[in-house]
Each structure stands twice: as structure tokens, then as C-alpha cells.
């Protein structure tokens, strides 16, 4: 019996020793997971940094890639995000349009680097603007955040000068966004203090923006850009100085850009008017705008930014 007995234990061991087992799996899983509760919550709190990359320099060659490589270098948790490369070359004015309208979609923190620099190797300052929704733009200073200073405001600017944040070697007279606005750009997602870029900048430069201006017989404006490959033309009024002319969807409104002078209905939409006629609608940043439903205005009326506008006032 005795023999028997021990045989019987023997034989029960494994089970017993997988039923332990068992019980000490469970309870460090309900330890563990408030734990990993708390490491998950501390992950989704903290996201990668978003740098938005901004150039004239075009998509034919390495460029792009270059100043890539160098920020990955820097910071490779940092994700980039592509705003265009295509800014007319030497277009401040466009390059400030573009980051003053993708800022709005950005959370705080994004850093935006911007690189449109007709003076590169030139006397004009690289800075880093923080502005008042907490975003940074790492820039030439030559007017490219003059329309986030209007509508965020700056809360204030750096000269990057400390030869930490810049690419390691000689700085290249004609290259500044690889050894400059790449690394500080970097810099910044990696997380470094961005007043240790350099001294204050106490005024940033601005471009000469003119305003539209409201007369008795109408808006003197101008035409500062076209929308991409349509060939819309984009104007300077916005969308509640047009409405103070007193026009009404569907009114024909006379205009004259250039010496071109016409009449185009104001509509919602390019499909309310039949192909190939003319328009005049608010487009999607507020702006009035003018182009022909499934052509280019531009390029049927001869017309090349900037050009003066003239809206008379609805009779």
C-alpha cells in the first residue's frame, strides 16, 4: 500500500507543479497590468515630434533628401512631414502664405522648417521663431513668418549661431539648409532647449505686405499667387471685404486685373458655372479668388502674380 501510495503522489507531481505554475502566471498578469497600463498611457502622451520641412528647392535632385538624412541623423524618432518643395523659387511671399495656412493644422510643439533664401551665404540672420500657439519655425530671417506674427504673434526668436546646431565641418556658403536648418530643426524634435541656439533676435524682418483698400466705387487689391497646377488666381481680399461690396451669390461682379477687365458671377463653386467660363468664389482659406471651371485662368488670360485687382462695387 505504501508503495503504491508513493507511486500515486509521483504520478500527480506534474499536475500539481503545472497548476502553480498556472496561479503564478495570473497573478503577474494582474500585478503587471495596471503597470502596463500606465507605460501604455505614458507612450500615447508623448508621440514623436513632427517636423513640417518647407523648400524652393524642388524634388529633381538630392537636396531634399540631403537635409532628410540630416535630421533622421540628429533625431531619428522625428517624423517629417512634407509641406512642398515646389514654393516658387525665391517667393517669400509664397513660402510665408504656405506655413501661416499649414500652422493652422499642426498641434503645438510642430516644428516647422522653412527654407525659401534668396540671401543664403549672405549677411541675413537663421533664426528660430516660437510663436504664441507654441509652434517653432526654424527659417532664414527675410519676412517667411511675417503672417504668423500677424495672426499668432511671436513669442519670441533666436539667432542660431552656436556652432553645436549646426552639421559637423565647414558650413557651406550656398547650402544653409543642410548645415543649418536641418540640424537646428533636428535639434529641436530631439528635445534640447531652443534658447541654446543662439542669442535673442529682438525683430524679426517683414515683408512689405500691401493690404487691400476699400474705396467708395470698390477694392483695390492684388493678385499674390496661383492655386498650384489650376491656375486659380488667389487674391489679397479676404472674404468679409468682398461681402462689404454687397454682392449676393449669383451677382456678376465686374472686375479688372491688370488691364484686363471683365465680368465674372460670384458662385460657391467652379461647378455652378458651365466649363470653361469664368468664376469668382472665397476659397478655402477665406481669400476671393477668380478661375475658369476646368481650365486655368492664368494661363488663358495671360496673368503672372503679382497683379494689381480692382472689384467694383455692386450698382
Known amino acids: ?32 497590468a495596471p503597470r502596463l497600463g500606465r507605460a501604455g498611457e505614458t507612450a500615447r502622451a508623448q508621440p514623436a515630434p513632427i517636423i513640417v520641412f518647407m523648400t524652393d528647392y ?8 540631403v537635409c532628410k538624412g540630416v535630421m533622421l ?21 509664397d513660402g510665408a ?17 522653412g527654407v525659401v533664401d534668396p540671401g543664403v551665404g549672405t549677411q541675413r540672420r537663421a533664426v528660430i521663431a516660437k510663436s504664441k500657439r507654441d509652434q517653432y519655425f ?18 519670441g526668436a533666436r539667432e542660431i549661431t552656436n556652432p553645436a546646431w549646426r552639421w559637423p565641418g565647414p558650413v557651406s556658403a550656398t547650402f544653409h539648409g543642410r548645415d543649418i536648418f536641418a540640424p537646428a530643426g533636428a535639434h ?29 466705387d470698390g477694392i483695390n487689391g492684388r ?9 486659380n488666381l488667389i487674391t489679397n481680399v479676404t472674404a468679409e471685404e468682398f461681402l462689404k461690396l454687397s454682392y449676393r451669390l449669383g451677382d456678376p461682379v465686374r472686375i479688372k486685373v491688370g488691364a484686363l477687365a471683365m465680368t465674372a458671377p460670384y458662385v460657391s463653386t467652379f461647378g455652378d458655372v458651365p466649363i470653361g467660363q469664368p468664376l469668382l468664389f472665397i476659397d478655402s482659406s477665406g481669400l476671393m479668388s477668380l478661375a475658369i471651371n476646368q481650365d486655368s485662368f492664368a494661363k488663358v488670360h495671360g496673368v503672372t502674380p503679382p497683379a494689381e485687382l480692382f472689384v467694383a462695387r455692386r450698382k
Open 58 to 65: 524642388g524634388t529633381f535632385d538630392d537636396a531634399v533628401a
Open 138 to 155: 526654424v527659417v532664414p530671417d527675410n519676412g517667411l513668418v511675417t503672417l504668423i506674427e500677424d495672426r499668432d504673434g511671436i513669442e
Open 73 to 93: 541623423s540628429i533625431a531619428p524618432d522625428a517624423r517629417i512631414v512634407d509641406l512642398t518643395h515646389h514654393v516658387a523659387p525665391y517667393s517669400i511671399a
Open 223 to 231: 493678385v499674390v499667387a496661383l492655386d498650384g497646377p489650376f491656375g
Open 1 to 32: 500500500m505504501l508503495s503504491c501510495t508513493k507511486a500515486q503522489l509521483c504520478a500527480n507531481r506534474p499536475a500539481s507543479v503545472l497548476k502553480c505554475w498556472a496561479v503564478a502566471l495570473v497573478v503577474l498578469v494582474l500585478v503587471a
Open 97 to 113: 502664405r504656405f506655413l501661416s495656412r499649414a500652422a493652422l493644422y499642426f498641434p503645438a510643439g510642430t516644428i516647422f522648417v
Open 188 to 216: 529641436l524634435a530631439r528635445g534640447d532647449d531652443w534658447t541654446g541656439a543662439g542669442p535673442p533676435v529682438p525683430h524679426l524682418v517683414r515683408l512689405a505686405l500691401k493690404p487691400a483698400v476699400i474705396a467708395a
